[in-house]
């Protein structure tokens, strides 16, 4: 038995699993490949050997770079390799090819990188706290992805557009959003938290997919505009079924259009396994359009960097667009209403947390002497400043008037929609104020 | 004036749009080179360049969805779909994108899109070339909807719809695609009646007749037959779908006391119930009768050697006169 089995639920949605994570060494990978042997000796259930061949995932083998995921396992090929440059321990590896793209990564900057990926899962902690406290209607944690956004968005420049889905607040912190408006959404106080082109950032898509046209239509745009800015777009591994992100994918490579289509595959969507969604490789699926494509460790900030700026670089100079797959874990549940154990093997949760994103970045810095006590305490001071800001922005965020329904839906004037909102306006007037109508209605 | 088909005049329309604002393209299958399946876009991308007029790939959800992305970048993009029947595949983009995001982002994104679909039947296609899906779109917040049914409409509320900030399905009546009329092409579409307005084509006094779309020449047809008989018929072209201009059918109403609405969409659900419910509301007292609905039936578009039952017509809508006024009809005997 494990420990991750005894593990239980709450730890799950407060995170913690994440710091059982930082302090895990060399011996918890070896214990995950003993765990792969076990469960080939033993009778093996169908999930188990989900949880096994992900173990043969494992990105850090012997500080090189891992050849072979559970995708290319079941294919029987040989599969893209995955590039990393730091390792679950902490080792900088080099790779000839990715390595010049971070070389000017300064040891400051690389500490600020650490500062994003703490900072963003303070944020998701004290979200996700927020909805257990009744603030929030729901929330949908990044908890192990915060590599893969911290990374890629790091890469950007202020003019190129980001088109997210739901789950990239870590995108959207780095961007600048402000924390309030990252959460006015899931409060249920609007349904867009800000104005996209102050930040360059659209708001979250919910329909899986859909945003992957509006990037490539945007970039479209820059293309007509003779900029040479780019777009990028987030999407995740079920998002790939989706027709939308297809058509994405055949738009994009016939207009060469300066576009970065990053795949986070954190391995579920809710509770189907990515080997639902994908016969191959993801990375293949970008390929299979003349994308060209790269397969990262997105768990390896450098690593995703790297990547990132290799597309972006391509984009700007009319090569177009670019497939990357970020090979991730989603460690904490879809949502705050999800339950992931009803569909997930502890063992997977626990090999993951040895990848886990911010461990390594800690265990690097650690090992250049970084990593000091006053470093520590300073990123932990701005993390729980970060967090009390984020708390005082949602529970002080006003709510919606009453008539606020009708703002919006159209930028001209609308017979119809006018005369709902006349009639709806003389119904809450009926009350004599429409305030005390809506609190008397609350109340009851 | 300029006697054109209303084909051309929607080509000249778009033409004077893409002339007049740089961040105008349209996006299409076979709009480019070949210019339209229905020729609707000839000539445009000749003189406007591939950039401006794109031909896309077959991927009704990429052309719309990729608009989005145009607008949200400042372009105001023209997409057309080829046939009323293939606009479902983007029927997301269309509802849950196109539609809403003005919504979504409390009004920072504008989508200054115009949707193109030729729609309706009568031309002896093989199925999903016939379809009349206005109601989908009607019924969809953040959407307007409009059909013009002459080409001095069409040349004048394709450009009103490209300049509207909001997103515009525009039907394309395709069978009066060759239709000719007299077009002012030098009409400024600003001083020009707004598209959300109806308009009445030809006075009466007995009954009011609303149709809009490829119906509007049956109806003043039908209104110059009832004429013959000694009775006097109010045509009103809605031009709007979403909204309706209610304002205008309950004036009539109120005139002549009598409602028949007529479309080649199925019945049940559709714009006539809108009519007939919104009237009822608005001049109950005024009318002298239910009003009647002639529609399509409730079935999928039926081959072409039966669409002429589906589809109402000259006989059809004047017996749906007969019964607003309570002379003898097809139903006599049936209604309480």
């Known amino acids: 038995m494990h420990c991750a089995q005894f593990l239980p639920r709450w730890l799950y949605h407060l995170n913690i699993v994440s710091m059982v994570t930082i302090n895990r060494g060399k011996g918890a990978r070896e214990a995950g490949k003993r765990r792969y042997h076990e469960s080939c000796r033993g009778m093996v259930t169908r999930r188990q050997k989900v949880a096994a061949t992900v173990v043969t995932d494992d990105a850090g083998q012997g500080g090189t770079i891992a050849g072979q995921d559970n995708n290319a396992g079941r294919r029987g090929g040989a599969g893209h390799s995955m590039v990393q440059l730091i390792t679950p321990t902490g080792e900088r590896v080099s790779h000839p090819e990715y390595d010049p793209w971070v070389r000017d990564v300064s040891d400051e900057q690389l500490c600020s990188l650490y500062e994003d990926l703490v900072v963003i899962r303070r944020i998701d902690k004290e979200a996700t706290a927020l909805q257990r406290q009744g603030e929030l209607g729901l929330w949908p944690p990044l908890l192990g992805q915060e590599a893969s956004q911290v990374g890629s968005v790091r890469s950007l420049r202020d003019d190129d557009f980001i088109f997210p889905s739901y789950r990239e607040n870590g995108v959207a912190y780095c961007r600048g959003v402000d924390l309030a408006d990252i959460l006015r959404v899931w409060r249920g106080a609007a349904s867009g938290g800000w104005d996209p082109y102050a930040v360059n950032m659209a708001i979250p898509q919910i329909v899986i997919g859909a945003q992957t046209l509006h990037a490539t239509g945007y970039a479209m745009g820059i293309q007509n505009d003779g900029a040479d800015s780019a777009a990028i777009v987030y999407f995740g591994d079920g998002a790939t079924s989706e027709g939308d992100v297809n058509e994405a994918m055949v738009f994009a490579a016939s207009f060469q259009v300066p576009l970065v289509l990053f795949c986070q595959n954190n391995h579920w969507a809710i509770s189907e396994p990515v080997r639902l969604q994908s016969h191959t490789q993801l990375v293949d699926r970008g390929a299979g359009f003349g994308i060209p494509s790269m397969r990262v460790d997105g768990n390896d900030v450098l690593a995703v960097m790297a990547a990132t700026r290799v597309a972006l670089d391509r984009a700007r100079r009319g090569g177009g667009p670019t497939f990357i797959e970020a090979v991730t874990y989603r460690m904490g549940p879809h949502t705050t209403a999800d339950d992931p154990t009803r569909y997930r093997d502890p063992n997977e949760l626990e090999d993951w947390a040895a990848k886990d994103p911010i461990g390594r970045v800690h265990a690097l810095l650690d090992r250049k002497g970084l990593f000091t006590a006053e470093f520590e305490a300073g990123v932990r001071t701005k993390a729980d400043a970060v967090a009390r800001e984020l708390r005082a922005g949602c529970v002080g965020m006003p709510d919606p008037e009453p008539l606020d329904v009708f703002k919006h839906v159209y930028s001209t004037p609308n017979s119809w929609l006018d005369r709902q909102q006349d009639h709806y306006s003389r119904y809450l007037a009926s009350f004599g104020d429409p305030a005390g109508a809506t609190q008397e209605e609350g109340a009851r | ?336």
């Open chain 2, 1 to 336: 004036m300029t006697q054109m088909t209303f084909a051309r005049a929607i080509n000249s329309g778009l033409r004077r749009s893409l002339d007049n604002d740089p961040k105008v393209l349209l996006m299409g299958e076979d709009i480019g080179t070949l210019g339209g399946v229905f020729r609707v876009t000839d000539g445009l991308q000749k003189d406007f360049g591939k950039h401006r007029v794109v031909d896309t790939p077959l991927a009704e959800s990429g052309i719309v969805g990729t608009a989005v992305g145009l607008a949200y970048r400042g372009y105001r993009p023209v997409v057309e779909i080829q046939f009323d029947g293939f606009v479902y595949p983007a029927f997301d983009q269309i509802v849950s994108q196109v539609a809403k995001m003005h919504y979504r982002s409390r009004g920072a994104v504008k989508m200054p899109i115009t949707i193109r679909i030729p729609f309706g039947g009568g031309i002896g296609s093989p199925e999903h070339h016939s379809e009349s899906p206005e109601a989908y779109f009607a019924h969809t917040a953040g959407l307007r909807v409009v059909t013009p049914a002459s080409p001095q409409d069409a040349h004048t509320m394709i450009q009103q719809a490209i300049s509207c900030d909001d997103p515009v399905v525009f039907f394309e009546p395709k069978r009066r695609y060759h239709d000719k009329g007299e077009v002012d092409e030098s009409l400024d579409p600003n001083s020009a009646p707004p598209m959300g307005q109806a308009r009445v084509v030809t006075d009466g006094s007995d009954v009011t007749l609303v149709a809009y779309g490829p119906l509007v020449k049956t109806a003043r047809d039908a209104a110059t037959a009832a004429a013959d008989e000694g009775v006097s018929v109010e045509v009103i072209d809605l031009r709007s779908l979403a909204p309706v201009d209610f304002a205008t059918v309950e004036a009539s109403v109120r005139k002549t006391g009598r409602l028949v609405i007529t479309h080649e969409a199925g019945q049940s659900g559709g714009l006539g119930a809108e009519v007939a419910a919104s009237i009822t509301e608005r001049c109950f007292y005024h009318l002298e009768a239910a009003p009647v609905r002639i529609t399509g039936f409730d079935v999928p578009y039926p081959y072409s050697k039966v669409e002429m039952h589906h589809l109402p017509n000259l006989d059809r809508i004047l017996d749906g006169v007969d019964r607003a006024l309570g002379r003898p009809n097809s139903l006599s005997g049936l209604e309480g």
